[in-house]
């Protein structure tokens, strides 16, 4: 597949279940037609990742955890906070704090397709804050055409989400938040394969998470912090009336934080984070029936639950589908930032495994973040790589 175009919109006619409609970008004309699928590349290579509907939920929205290896669910808080671990929101030093995030996606590639990320929070008073963010994510303008190569109509598939949050202190070091999510994801654009109507797909879910801060005694001051949050349950997705729906990447991800300052003009973090989807593993079919593995058509709840035992090469993958963030830190005079971190998954669960870099400038109520990204794996390719990326904020 030459084309990274055809190759969404293959993989959202897919998820849609249908197999009548096929796609071209007006850029380069080309027309995807082997017959080697993405599921069929993957696993040829051995690779047996866990694929779910709307992934860009998942996806670092900023620049500052861009370029920290994408860790932020104990990471200092900040407007981007709603992605990471809303309950950091009550911890926030500022009264308002408004930021966006614009992001080219295959940029080497076409020029067209991007994601754009806007949030921000207000404090109600010491103790609670709300925050709301809008995620879109557009492919751009795609021929689509039928199978005799007759064009149907020029179109501009996209997502987005909008997202609102609540973060309250229970105690002076712990808070609690919970967010609600609409998420859109029209990809299909309406169209009518073998007599199938495919529409928008449309869904709600939720996060809850929770952050814990505290100072550390010691000669010069320090702290740590500690987060947790449950991102994305809700209702699965569908694209058409074929009884085809697929589940929203609902994730767990914990994590910890260890800062230390200098003396009055230097400070340091160090950070880590560990993700699991809340999503079952596909299970292992032999005549249409299952010989390793369990069921994946169950409900959201059941199948956060099962997702902790249902692998079919048993603990082992388990492990597998954890994946790894690292990063840090560093503030001088709490005016200049320089970040680095690393993102590690298992080569059979993707292989994302990138070295990421940046920096942050801020000035009075300015502050200006930029990120870079470079692939590690070799037989991986990032849609962000070799890209730099841009955040810019206004703190009140």
Do not use: C
Not at 27 to 33: F, H, M, N, Q, T
Not at 68 to 78: H, Q
Not at 134 to 141: K, N, R, W
């Amino acid at each position: 597949m030459n084309n990274p175009k055809t190759i969404i919109a293959l993989m959202a006619l897919t998820i849609a279940g249908l197999s009548g409609l096929k796609a071209q970008t007006s850029k380069s004309g080309l027309v995807d037609d082997d017959n080697n699928t993405l599921l069929g590349q993957l696993k040829e290579e051995g690779s047996r990742p866990i694929l779910t509907g709307v992934p860009i939920l998942l996806i670092a929205p900023d620049s500052r955890a861009g370029a920290m290896g994408d860790v932020g669910v104990a990471s200092k808080p900040d407007a981007n906070s709603i992605h990471w671990n809303a309950a950091k929101l009550a911890f926030t030093e500022n009264t308002t704090d408004i930021t966006f995030t614009y992001s080219p996606w295959l940029h080497n590639l076409v020029p067209d397709i991007s994601l754009a990320y806007l949030a921000g929070y207000y404090k109600i008073n010491e103790r609670s804050s709300i925050g709301a963010s809008l995620t879109y994510f557009s492919i751009g303008d795609m021929n689509f055409v039928n199978e005799q190569n007759v064009l149907i109509g020029v179109y501009s598939p996209n997502e987005f989400a909008v997202d609102l949050a609540y973060a309250m202190k229970l105690t002076d070091n712990l808070s609690a938040s919970v967010t609600g999510r609409y998420i859109r994801s029209d990809l299909t654009l309406g169209q009518t394969v073998d007599n199938t109507q495919t529409f928008a797909g449309q869904a709600g879910a939720a996060d809850v998470g929770l952050y814990y801060e505290n100072e550390i005694k010691s000669q010069k001051p320090s702290s740590y912090a500690l987060g947790l949050q449950i991102s994305n349950l809700g209702s699965k997705i569908s694209y058409s009336n074929n009884n085809t729906k697929e589940f929203l990447p609902a994730n767990l991800r914990i994590g910890g934080r260890y800062t230390m300052n200098f003396d009055q003009f230097n400070e340091i973090s160090f950070m880590l984070d560990f993700n699991k989807l809340l999503v079952p593993t596909p299970a292992l079919y032999e005549d249409d029936t299952i010989y390793a593995g369990m069921d994946g058509n169950v409900g959201t709840l059941q199948g956060a639950i099962q997702s902790f035992y249902d692998a079919p090469n048993g603990f082992k993958e388990e492990l597998q589908e954890i994946s790894i963030s690292a990063g840090m830190e560093y503030w001088y005079r709490k005016m200049f930032a320089v970040r680095a971190g690393y993102f590690y998954e298992n080569a059979h669960k993707g292989n994302r495994q990138y070295l990421t870099f940046g920096a942050g400038l801020k000035y009075n109520v300015l502050k200006l973040d930029i990120s870079y990204l470079i692939t590690t794996a070799q037989i991986s390719y990032n849609p962000l790589k070799n890209t730099l990326r841009v955040s810019l904020s206004f703190e009140i």
